[in-house]
């Protein structure tokens, strides 16, 4: 069974730095992998996928990074703002690409 | 540009009643997923539906039913409720690409749901 972990659990970093979150899942034999951002109350908004033959994907000031044979992807963030804060989760389908595995998210603020 | 729109926003019930919970999208995609997002057990996946008359089991089926008569709705019901089912339940629906896979799924703002 997938299972898929993201580290740390919560960040919080002054308005400016560049982060990045981690998100590791145990089957590598994955079509994809998807980035989602959730604002407090609201649903999931798609950020970036990427493909199982890419490594990454830029939209903006966002990167997101897969190395499928160590199982691990990494979201990077540049110049965080005060809007980015928010929960960001990773999610991979199964086989037959029909179902979602979420990680647990990370919750990050960002301080002005 | 409505995308995925879920009604109720808000509800409460008590132990035994029942509810459908109703989703419909603009998009024209195939498929589309029922979640329940709790805290510490992360979003799992209830059921879904590959196409209109369509419906398969997720992770955590039981408790509810779903149906998918029309491509643009996808309804989930709990017959008789129960405080376990307690949760913010998301819809959201995707194109699926059979060479690259799942396509990026949208998702509606979630009903919150309370079981007393």
């Known amino acids: 069974k997938q299972e898929v972990t993201q580290i740390p659990a919560a960040l919080s970093v002054p308005e400016g730095e560049n982060l990045v979150l981690n998100c590791s899942f145990t089957?590598?034999?994955?079509?994809?992998l998807q980035w989602f951002r959730q604002d407090p109350g609201k649903g999931l908004t798609s950020l970036l996928l990427?493909?199982?033959?890419?490594r990454e994907q830029t939209s903006g000031r966002l990167n997101a990074s897969l190395d499928k044979s160590s199982g691990r992807s990494t979201l990077y963030i540049a110049a965080s703002q005060p809007g980015d804060s928010a929960t960001y989760l990773c999610?991979?389908?199964?086989?037959?690409?029909?179902?979602?595995?979420f990680g647990g998210g990370t919750r990050l603020m960002v301080k002005p | 540009n409505a995308g995925v729109t879920q009604t109720p926003k808000f509800r409460v019930l008590k132990t035994g009643q029942s509810m459908t919970l109703l989703c419909a999208q603009d998009m024209n995609h195939e498929y589309m997923y029922w979640y329940r997002q709790d805290p510490g057990m992360g979003l799992r996946l209830i059921h879904y539906s590959v196409g209109e008359g369509t419906t398969a089991k997720g992770e955590v089926p039981d408790g509810y039913n779903v149906s998918r008569l029309k491509k643009q709705n996808f309804l989930l019901g709990l017959e008789s409720a129960a405080p376990s089912q307690t949760s913010v339940y998301f819809c959201a629906s995707s194109y699926f690409n059979a060479g690259s896979g799942a396509q990026p799924q949208h998702f509606g703002d979630g009903t919150r749901l309370s079981i007393l």
């Open positions: 089957d590598s034999a994955i079509y994809n």
């Open positions: 999610a991979v389908p199964n086989n037959a690409g029909n179902m979602l595995t």
């Open positions: 990427i493909q199982s033959s890419q």
